[in-house]
Antibody
Framework: EVKLLESGGGLVQAGGSLRLSCSAS????????MYWVRQAPGKGPEWVST????????HYADSVKDRSTVSRDNSKNTVSLQVNYLRGDDTAIYYC???????????????WGQGALVIVSS | AIRMTQSPSSFSASPGDTVTITCRAS??????LAWYQQRPGKAPKLLIY???TLQSGVSSRFSGSGSGTDFTLTISSLQPEDFATYYC????????FGGGTKVDVK
C-alpha cells in the first residue's frame, strides 16, 4: 500500500523559513518523480515543485521560484521542500504527491499525503 | 502558464441526477488532462487521466471526454458520496489546476 506522510508544518512568521518533509512507502520511490502541491484555504490546488526520481531535475512554480529548494533522499524514501522568505500567500496545506507513472515528470497524481498545514503570520 | 477554467463554480443536484462539469484550457493540452475529486478535509483523489481513462478502482459512473482545450467530466446517477468538489488539471506542461466545481445537495 502506498503511503505518503508529510511533516514540518506549523505557524511561521512572515519572512521566516520552513522545511517540509514527506516520508514515502509502498512503492519503488527512486523510480518516481514527486510533486509538492499546495492548497490555500477555499482555493484550488496549486503545483509548487517537482523533483525527478534521481533528484537531478527540479522545477518550481513562479510563486516560489528563487526562494525554495526541493530535494530527496532515495536511501530514506523522503522528499523535502524548503521555502524561505515566507509570505502571507504561502499559507496553505502542502501536499506531497506521487506520479501515476514511473520515469515521467508530467503526469497525474495517483497518491497524495494527508497534507501539512502552514500558516504564515504577519 | 496554462490557465484552467472550470464551469460552473458550484451547483446543486439531487441523488440520481446526471451532471456535467466543464474545464477549458487557455491553450491546447492535447489529452493531458486529469480530473480529481476532493471531499472536505481530504486530499484530492484521482478519477480520470488522459482526458477519458478511468483510474483503477474508480466507479464507472464517472466519465471524461474532450481534447485540445475543452473537456467535460460527467457523473451519472449521483450517489451521496459524490457530493464533493471536482478539479481538472493539465499536465501537458508545468501542471496547473482549475478553480474547482463544488457539487452540493439540492
Amino acid at each position: 500500500e502506498v503511503k505518503l506522510l508529510e511533516s514540518g508544518g506549523g505557524l511561521v512568521q512572515a519572512g521566516g523559513s520552513l522545511r517540509l518533509s514527506c516520508s514515502a512507502s509502498g512503492f519503488r520511490f527512486s523510480l518516481y518523480a514527486m510533486y509538492w502541491v499546495r492548497q490555500a484555504p477555499g482555493k484550488g490546488p496549486e503545483w509548487v515543485s517537482t523533483i525527478s526520481g534521481s533528484g537531478d531535475k527540479t522545477h518550481y512554480a513562479d510563486s516560489v521560484k528563487d526562494r525554495s529548494t526541493v530535494s530527496r533522499d532515495n536511501s530514506k524514501n523522503t522528499v523535502s521542500l524548503q521555502v524561505n522568505y515566507l509570505r502571507g500567500d504561502d499559507t496553505a496545506i502542502y501536499y506531497c504527491a506521487k506520479l501515476r507513472e514511473r520515469f515521467l515528470e508530467w503526469e497525474p497524481l495517483d497518491h497524495w499525503g494527508q497534507g501539512a498545514l502552514v500558516i504564515v503570520s504577519s | 502558464a496554462i490557465r484552467m477554467t472550470q464551469s460552473p463554480s458550484s451547483f446543486s443536484a439531487s441523488p440520481g441526477d446526471t451532471v456535467t462539469i466543464t474545464c477549458r484550457a487557455s491553450q491546447v493540452v492535447s489529452i493531458y488532462l486529469a480530473w480529481y475529486q476532493q471531499r472536505p478535509g481530504k486530499a484530492p483523489k484521482l478519477l480520470i487521466y488522459g482526458a477519458s481513462t478511468l483510474q483503477s478502482g474508480v466507479s464507472s459512473r464517472f466519465s471524461g471526454s474532450g481534447s485540445g482545450t475543452d473537456f467535460t467530466l460527467t457523473i451519472s446517477s449521483l450517489q451521496p458520496e459524490d457530493f464533493a468538489t471536482y478539479y481538472c488539471q493539465q499536465y501537458y506542461s508545468f501542471p496547473s489546476f482549475g478553480g474547482g466545481t463544488k457539487v452540493d445537495v439540492k
